[in-house]
Every structure is written in structure tokens, then in C-alpha cells.
């Protein structure tokens, strides 16, 4: 008698895929390490008041460039010491975390907006407006971003906004690229297809089917886009054409305590530090985020 | 093959001169150029003067054809500041951030493929999580940061080498680490992953069936596979370090493209300006066209299709 | 017989540990093979026979577990030994040819390359030597124009030349054993045949030991001495061709020869013998025949316990509950089971 082999796999209860992945990330461990210490930076920016008695732009020239508690001349009344013109560094590094943390969301935002729309375009109508956004692609990333930026503050000005703006208008580039393919791969899909047959408008297409479906890939690109941004506006503020004073952030700390490096280096490593950090924990969590939704992405 | 570098090179060619329009509109339309040269003090009457001086009084259009036609001609244009002609001045400056370029690629390619090929062969041992731990902690620490510290570490608390300058070969060693080592993450990780599929490949699997050395199968037949998208990295990443340069050379007084663009921008020298966002474009299409034509050089499939 | 055999493999296990347990892709394989003579291992895929041949050369992949009481070539254990040591053997004392020579020969480096740097690695010759042996080989293998073949590459060849050329890569050292793992999956059955020819006349030339592995019984029938069916990591036949040929007596065996088409008996239009149902794992060791799920002749004792080799009257072994001299089989058996799928 032939016994029949058995096929039939159990059924299980399914979670949904978005309560799946949120689970895996809850248990991956750079994800707490990231976002810990993003956290930790986050809060230390909005409760600066709170963290720090002292206004972080007011000078007393008489207290310049006094070390952090750590040296022998150093006292708690100034943890971190303070700079050339008498300002508490530690109240410096707080609140300037504020700044670079705006731009970098900010930026994000806009690149962000033009580099998904892009690229969601190109992805779900293909051929010839696919052909066209590629090469507007090509081109932005034929354009030194470092150097293009730089002229274009030096020309127009140097306004917080303006600032923000120029960044965001650079930076899509891989936004695009991600939501492309993302997108290519979603639209052959059968529901997509179920969609478009019962006519479904293209917008509610987009809005309801594509978009939850690139989430993934979309965390993961922000994130590497954040850093990048940040890092940007950190290099442009040392070349001096970031933000202006009063404004500060972490990078014009830095610019500003360039030629103290060989005598007081805690003015440069302090802020430094914390630059690194911040881009660390940012690239831990997109990490963490791209591992659960792509683990054949990973290197 | 032939038909395929033709046309790679006509949308290189489409595309450098798309940058130019883009390049000449970022100098001539985001403000009043002869404004910004003339300067903070200038009267109305110098401000004229430079405007007719440099034809910026043209229709926008005009200005731009005539640049171009100068420019394929020879004729760069013309440095305000230093009144030399604006080829002479790059002349001056490239080779120095050419070298710059060229070093820290290498050093990025020295450093990063050994140390995904030992990640490869073993993965997930405590080299390969060194390896991945150096490839995060690169992309987390930005270049002038890094710049500094080197400074700090190797000029002044070990005084081994230079830090200013660029008249021996010694002050180019600190910068090409600076600026190169940006690229070492996303080099090695390809190669590591290239390595690692290739090594479960059928030819490798060949190789060591027939009893060949560690070295020829791991490099001969592994690498030479592995290395071929790296290759193409290499080019692009090339290409944005040329670009940006700039923060490297201003750091360690690197009088190369970047530096002279950094000038130039603060002087708002516009004819000089507007070369350089061109040249350096056309560097990257360039690069990035090599890039392709070696890809499909050095992959045999791809050369007979 | 009295000289010791060219392989004596015994007690061969291969297991591979995974996060869900552990699997045994070989359970226990025993066999030994002569100079001069050619054994075919046959078995559908998955039945461990890859993995055999990849184990007695060294090189099983990095997660496989292999345990065995002997494996060793003309005497000398091949357990346990080192890398090195395997280097040494591999190419030069046993070599392997593989399935797809489109994948198993670098598309980097022609031909004649590739050959000069497998024989430069085992001995002590100068370029223009190996390139003279290169040359010999290839034309030993009967391919034409052998000199212009030295400077081509891979993806310049046939399917079938490609194959002759690894095996003119496998002769280059003059091994004693080569093991041929489905060398001709990947060709047109014309060229199977010659392929086929070609090891026959080579092994009759150079009284080499050859292991033909494949999935097809009907293409090593012309070729092998002796036969081991493989079925579910275990051998569940092995003895003299024309015997296993002329009355296959393990129930597995019966259903590779019912599906081979015989010129002249099959008839047009009839449909070919199956076994249906696919290879099921079971875990852990044997508590029963691990043919049963698909056998037409289980019956209680199948299910009694596992079954070991047992010698049948003319001297082969069979892993079968069933009465060895071919009696007891009722001849509708294999109908009814294909029927009633």
C-alpha cells in the first residue's frame, strides 16, 4: 500500500508583516544602542534649560578658555570649560546640538519629499518619465555637492532657512534611487495590478498601496540621509559658510576652535565627539531598521 | 563592445554639457555677479564697469554660449582677482589635487580590500566584526574631524610628520589618509560580500578540487571575480573625493582645486568659480565612464555579449 | 582478492547541524573500488551521493560533520588530514570533475592557463613542459586543434568540449582515482555517450579507478563494473552490473529501471515507469525501511526496524526485508502504485 506523503503544512495564526518586523526590531540590539543614545541627544537638546544654569552665547571675557573639571585648573562651576570668548562650553554643546538635530530633520524632510516623489515617479510609470528622472539624477550627481553648496550660500546668503534649503535641494539623489527600485518592485505586483483593474485612481494607488509598502527601505535611506545631512552642515559651518553667529552648531564649535588644537584639543574634541556620536547612533538605528525589513541587503 | 563605449560616451558628453548649463545658471542666477565682484565697497559706477567688463549686461543665454564656445576653444576664462587667465590658474592647482586624489584612493583600496578579503574568508570571527566595526566607525567620523585629529596625534604629539603645506611628498601622506578613508567602509563591504559569493562559486570550488595553493584560489580565482565591481566604486569614489577636496586642502593648506575653489568663492572670483564646478563635473562623468568601461572590460561575459 | 582496493570508504557519515536540529544527508555509506575498475553511485538527487564524493575528497562545506571508520586511497587513511596534506592529493593522486564545465572552468583565463597552473602546482615542470603535456592531454581527450584551444576560453568551447577538457585537466598528474559527479547532466545526449566513451577508453588505457556518480541509471549501464544504488543517504544495492541490471532485487532499483525506455521493448506511446511520491526525512536514525513511504511491497516487517545490507545469493548486498533470490514480489504491485496516484 503506498502511504500518501503529507503536504499539508499546520496553520498558524499570522501577524500582520508591520507588527512582525516591529517585533524583530524590538529585539535587535543595535536598534536600543542607536536609539538610546539618539535619545539620550534628543532629550539633551529640548531640556537644555534644564540641563544647564548658563546662556550658552554669553561671554565673560574674563573666564576665557578655562579648561573642563577634569584638569587641574578646572571647576564645576564650568564642567566643560569655556571658550575664547568666555561662553560655558557645556551649555554650548547642549544647545548646539539643537541646531545641527533641526537642519539634519529639516533636510531630511525636504530631500526626502523630492528624492520620493522622484523616485516613485520613475519607478511606477517607468519608460520615458523614467528615462527623464534618470537623467536629472545623473546630473545632480555629477554636481560636487560640497562645492555646490558653498557658492550657492556665498552668492545668495546665509540665512538659516537658505542654509537648510540648498542641503535639502541636494540631497535626494538616493532617496530616489531607493524608492525607485522599491517602487519597480512593488508595481509588477498582483495587488497593485487587482487595483489598477478595478480603477482604482492613480493617486490612491500611490497613496494606499505603494507607499506603506516602501516604509522599509524609505527608514533606512532617511536615516543614512540624516547623517549625511548633519555631516554636511557640519563641514559647511567649519569652512565658515554654514550657520552664522549667534547661531551655532557642533561643526561652527568646531570652525571657531580650529587654532586652539595644538594648546586646548577639548575644544575641538568635545563637540567632535558628540558629532560622532549622534552620526553613530543614527547609523546603528538605520542599521537595525535595514536588517529587519532587507537582511539579503546587508553587506 | 564598441558600440557600447560610443554610446556610454555620447550621454557622458549629453550630461557634462547639461552640468554645464546647471554650473554657469547656480553662478549667474542665484544673485547679481558683478555686484559680488565688485565687492562690499564698490560704487554703482564699478559695478558697471564689471558688468560691461564681463558682458554680464548680455542676455543670459548669450553669456552662456559665448563661455562655452570660449571654453572649447581654450579660452577658461578670466580670474578677477589674480588677472591671469583662469587656465593658468588651474593648471597651477590641479596637480595637486589630482595627486591628492590619486593617494587616497590608494590608500583606501591598501586598506580596505585586504580587510574584506580576510573578512570573507572568515566570517564571522572577530576579524570580520573588526573589519565591519571599522567600516561603521569610518562612516561616523566626518573628514575635517578627522583631519584634525591626525593633525593632533601625528604633528604634535609624535611630530612624524608635516602638517601644512605641499612641497614634499611627506605632506600629502596626513591628507590622503583624511580624505581616503571615507571611501574604506563601502570598499570593503563590496569586497567582502563579492568575496564571500565568490568563493562559493563553482570555478573556485574547481580550483581547490585540484589541489591549488591558498594564494591562487583566495586571489587568482576568487579576487579577480570579487574585485571587478570594486573597480567601478573605486572610479566613482574617486570622483567625489575630487569634489570634495575642498575641506581636506583648506585644513592642511593643500594649494590643490579645492582650496583655490575655497578662494575663489570668497572672493566671489566668478569666471574662476564656474570653471571649476566644471571641471570637476566633468572629472566625475569621466570617472564614472571608466568606471563602466573597465566593469565590462575586465568581466569576460560581459565583453563577448 | 588479494590486493588491498584502490578506496576502501567504511562507516562514511555526513551531518550537518542547523538551528532546527541536526539533518544526515548520509547516513552510512561502505564501498570500495579497484583500480581498473568503474563504479557508478546512482541515486535521485538528494540521496547524499554529491556529498559522498565531496567528503572523500575533503571537501565537504565548512558546516558539514563528517565521521567515518575508514576512507583511504591505496592504503593511506585520508582522515583527518591537513590542509596542506590535501593539497597535495587533490589533482595530483585523486581528482574530481563536476557537473557544469561551464561553471567549474575560470571564464577569466584560457585554457591552456588554467592547465599549465594546475600541473605547475603538483610538479616541478617549466612552462614549456606543461604546455607540451597541456597539448598532449588535450588531444588524448580527441579534441581537435589543440593548440588553438590552449589560447581560447571557456565560453569559446562546446559544452561537450569543455567537459573533455576537464577531463584532460583531471589526467594531467596521472591519478590513481578520478570521481566524476554527473559529468554529463549538462550535454546533449549525443555527446553523454561519447563523454561516457571517452572515460571508458581512458580507464582501459590508464587502469585508473572511476566513480561515476549520477542520477541517471540508464546512462552509466553501458560503462560501470559494479553499482551502488543510493536512496535517502543510505546504499541500499551495490553488486555486479549485469546482475543489478539483469534483476534488480531492491524495490528502489526496480523502479529506476521500470522508468529507462529499452529500444526495442518499449512501446510508443506507453507511458514510463515513476516511483511516485518525493525523498521524505526522516530524522534522527532509522526505526524503519527508509524506502517504505514509496515502496509497492511494504509490509509489516518494512516497519519493523531498520533494515541493514544483507548478501544475496550471488554475492551483492541489499537493504531490503524482502526474500533476496527475487521471490515473494507480486508483479502487479508497481501498476497499482502507479495507478492509483
Redesign the interface.
Known sequence: ???M?STAAPSVAALSPGRVALRRTLRHGSFWAGGGILLVILLAAILAPLLTPHDPTWQDLGKRLVPPVWDTRGSWEHPLGTDQLGRDYLARLIYGGRISLLIGFVTVLISGAIGTALGVAAGYWGGRVDLLINFILTIRLTLPVVLVALVVVALVGNSLTILMLVIGLLLWDRFTIVTRSATQQMASREFIVAAQAIGSSTGRILLKEILPNITGPLIVVASVELAHAILLEAALSFLGLGVQPPLFTWGLMIAEAKNQLFFRPWLIAIPGAALVALIFAINLLGDAVRDVTAPEGRA | MLRFIAQRLLVTALVIAVTSVVAFSLVHLTGDPAVAMAGENASPEDVEAIRKLYGFDRPIWEQYLTWVARFIAGDFGRSHYLKLGVGEVLAEHIPVTAMLGVLALGFALALSIPLGVVAALRPNTMIDRLALWIAVAGQALPSFLFALGLIYVFGVLLRWLPVSGDTTWRHFILPSVALGYYATPAIMRLTRSGMMETLQ???V??????????W?VVV??GL??AIIPVVSLAAVQLGFMLGGSIVIETVFSLKGLGYLAWQSIQRADIEVIQAILLVIAAAYAVLTLVADILNAALD??IR?G | MTAPPLLEVRGLRVEIPLPGGTTRPVRRVDFSVAAGETLAIVGESGCGKSLTSLAI?G?LPRAARLTAEAIALGGRSLLGLS?AA???????RI??I?Q?PM???????RIGDQMT??LR??RPVSAEAARRRALELLGRVGISSPEQRLTQ?P?QLSGGLRQRVMIA?ALLCEPELIIADEPTTALDVTIQAQILHLLAEIQRDTGIGLILISHDLGVVAGVAHRIAVMYGGEIVEIGERDAILGKPLHPYTEGLMRSIPVPGETRRGETLGFI???V?RQAGELTRCGF???C?Y?NARSAAGAVPLSPAPDGRLVRCVLPLDGSGRDAGAWTR?VE??
Open positions: 500500500m503506498a502511504a506523503v | 562559486s563553482d570555478h570550488r574547481t580550483a581547490r578540487a585540484f589541489g591549488l595553493s591558498r591562487r587568482r580565482h579577480r571575480h569576460p561575459r563577448i | 575528497m571537501l590542509e590535501w593539497r597535495r592529493l587533490r589533482g595530483e581528482a574530481m563536476f557544469d561553471t567549474a572552468l575560470d571564464p577569466c583565463y597552473e594546475v602546482q603538483h576560453f565560453h585537466m511516485p511520491g518525493t521524505s517504505i513511504d514509496r509497492p511494504a502504485l492509483g496516484v
